[in-house]
């Protein structure tokens, strides 16, 4: 127990349950910042991260230097989210600022309604911002326009739901052929494993928030079949980026679905 004496505050914690509630905000902070920028990052990461938090939180506090908390915040989105990209990097922090305001505010309107403990605040206010980004995620998804998205090659059908994107432009670059983008583990329950070695794949540049540039493999499927509730359309030979990361925050729908490709349907 540690006895820290100023002008006017006197301030008494244990430092080790200190440490564990820095270490367990921190945590909680990285990994709603990973989920709301859909960023694939290692719980070894996202340990390290924390881990680091609560290190240099306690030394702030222990050398009356609290006021230091944003270099405590800088370090641990650093080891969390640093990548070569600068573009991706500054992307990743100013997201994960973003979410930490806005978990501060819930945990202190939890704090003065509830006034449970401080541990139990801290997971109580994560699970409430978790489920409200849920909540704005689904608002989202009912004002786009969804599809029931019928895939077929060779032998081998999967039904998946897909979502309109007029922001896709993706294009195959020596055909022109527009592009829309499925998630890696949908593709291989059509595809099937190791589908690269037996059927091949070329690559297609992309552009997105947050990242410079990048590639993502694609294919070329037998058929799609696109269904809205008013209208339907089968697309021959359509071509397919295919994610190594989810498409959407919730899994709501597996398939980004090209404007050109939604228009032969009846979609836009």
């Known amino acids: 127990m540690l006895h820290l004496r100023g002008c006017f505050v006197f301030l008494e914690f244990y430092i080790d349950q200190f440490f564990l509630e820095q270490f367990l905000t921190g945590y909680l ?3 709603l910042t990973a989920r709301l920028v859909r960023a694939q990052v290692s719980r070894l990461r996202l340990g390290a991260g924390s881990l680091l938090n609560a290190a240099v939180m306690c030394c702030l506090v222990c050398s009356g230097h609290l006021d230091l908390y944003p270099l405590s915040m800088a370090l641990m989105g650093t080891a969390a989210f640093y ?43 994560a699970v409430s911002l978790r489920w409200m980004m849920r909540y704005l995620w689904k608002k989202k998804l009912e004002c786009s326009q969804m599809a029931t998205v019928r895939l077929q090659w060779q032998q081998n059908t999967a039904t998946l739901k897909g979502m309109v994107d007029t922001g896709n432009h993706l294009k195959e670059p020596l055909t022109g052929k527009p592009v829309s983008i499925i998630d890696e583990k949908s593709a291989r329950k059509l595809l099937g494993e190791n589908w690269e070695e037996r059927k091949g794949f070329f690559l297609i540049p992309y552009h997105s928030i947050g990242t410079e540039k990048g590639w993502m493999k694609g294919v070329t499927i037998d058929r799609m079949r696109i269904e809205f509730a008013s209208d339907s359309h089968e697309i021959l030979h359509p071509v397919f980026a295919i994610s190594s990361s989810p498409v959407n925050l919730g899994g709501v729908y597996q398939v980004i679905l090209h404007p050109e490709h939604a228009a032969a349907a009846g979609g836009l």
């Open 83 to 125: 990548q070569r990209s600068w573009r991706k990097y500054l992307f990743h922090m100013i997201s994960f600022v973003f979410v930490t305001f806005c978990f501060a505010g819930v945990f202190e309107g939890i704090l003065a309604i509830l006034k449970p403990s401080l541990t139990a605040g801290i997971a109580l206010a």
């Open 29 to 31: 902070l990285l990994a």
